[in-house]
């Protein structure tokens, strides 16, 4: 302790490191434990027959872990299999849900362009539109003002001619 503080004068831990939590094995077997079993194995089965009796466990020993194996990653499978189906129907939802809010939008749209239809057609049958007035006549030319090419002595032309440029 240091003195007066009341705290360790020295941690074996960081202040940032992380507590892990014992790590538990399946069959906690220690290595005189399993040094027992092979000697009782020994006496009982004998010497000849060890070996093979050995050899057997190993092979069944094998199959079992690659048949836990193929069952964890038949769950790992499943388990992203689901979840892949949660997103599915995740997405599903949201373009459904962007579907309906199109669809809407474009019915009113479509109810708003009638509403517009609908009035200027109930314009046109109220106020019938009058043809087009005749375009009026140029007004004739005052006789007593000299017009331009009078003052230019330029020929008026005839009536019925039109003006045409050499």
Do not use: C, W
Not at 2 to 28: C, E, I, K, W, Y
Not at 140 to 156: F, G, K, N, T, V
């Amino acid at each position: 302790m240091r003195p007066g503080r009341g705290l360790p004068a020295f941690s074996s831990r960081s202040p940032l490191s992380v507590p892990r939590a014992p790590q538990t094995h399946m069959f906690d077997i220690g290595f005189s434990e399993i040094f027992v079993i092979l000697v009782v194995a020994l006496i009982v089965i004998g010497p000849e027959r060890l070996p093979k009796v050995a050899r057997t466990l190993g092979h069944l020993f094998g199959r079992m872990q690659r048949y836990v194996n193929d069952v964890k990653s038949d769950i790992a499978r499943e388990m992203e299999l689901e979840d892949l189906r949660k997103l599915r129907g995740t997405i599903e939802d949201a373009g459904r849900t962007i579907e309906e809010s199109v669809r809407r939008e474009m019915d009113d749209a479509k109810n708003e362009f009638g509403k517009i239809k609908n009035d200027a057609e109930a314009a046109l049958d109220d106020h019938t539109i009058a043809p087009p007035a005749e375009p009026e006549q140029a007004p004739a030319m005052i006789a007593d003002e000299p017009s331009p090419q009078l003052e230019l002595e330029l020929q008026r032309p005839a009536a019925g001619e039109s003006h045409k440029r050499a």
